[in-house]
């Protein structure tokens, strides 16, 4: 989206689309020409882990591993905002959306250390018996 009065250029996070395991078909998709207004909540870009360094091409469609702004801009000739969009509930112009941020949750972490923890003190306990055993022998 372009601001007006500005040539700025924000991405939008229109939601979630439905992804049909197939990644050479495009959904098709509305884009609207006209001027609207949209509500959104600002998010600052986060750079993600990348699974190893990939080659970005420059034929549409380009797949990416991590949101860059800066390539998207070189790539694209547009002058990004250093922000996002997460498009609003409200907004009839975007598709599924549920921006709540994962928190996790501690229970996991304390399944997970206990686990380990019991893992230990039995091998510990077998660790002593054996090592008992084999000094009566």
């Given at each position: 989206?372009?601001?007006?009065?500005?040539?700025?250029?924000?991405?939008?996070?229109?939601?979630?689309?439905?992804?049909?395991?197939?990644?050479?078909?495009?959904?098709?998709?509305?884009?609207?020409?006209?001027?609207?207004?949209?509500?959104?909540?600002?998010?600052?870009?986060?750079?993600?882990?990348?699974?190893?360094?990939?080659?970005?091409?420059?034929?549409f469609p380009i797949l990416l591993q991590?949101?860059?702004?800066?390539?998207?801009?070189?790539?694209?000739?547009?002058?990004?905002?250093?922000?996002?969009?997460?498009?609003?509930?409200?907004?009839?112009?975007?598709?599924?959306?549920?921006?709540?941020?994962?928190?996790?949750?501690?229970?996991?972490?304390?399944?997970?250390?206990?686990?380990?923890?019991?893992?230990?003190?039995?091998?510990?306990?077998?660790?002593?018996?054996?090592?008992?055993?084999h000094r009566k022998n």
């Amino acid at each position: 989206f372009v601001i007006d009065n500005s040539n700025k250029v924000i991405l939008i996070n229109r939601g979630f689309m439905p992804w049909r395991g197939q990644r050479d078909k495009l959904a098709d998709i509305e884009v609207l020409t006209n001027n609207i207004q949209i509500k959104i909540q600002i998010s600052l870009p986060v750079k993600r882990m990348e699974l190893g360094k990939s080659e970005i091409g420059t034929e549409f469609p380009i797949l990416l591993q991590s949101l860059d702004l800066a390539d998207m801009g070189s790539l694209s000739g547009l002058d990004f905002a250093p922000v996002l969009g997460l498009l609003s509930l409200e907004s009839d112009h975007g598709f599924v959306r549920e921006w709540k941020p994962y928190t996790g949750s501690i229970g996991k972490h304390i399944g997970y250390a206990m686990q380990w923890f019991l893992m230990a003190l039995v091998l510990s306990g077998i660790g002593i018996r054996l090592g008992l055993k084999h000094r009566k022998n």
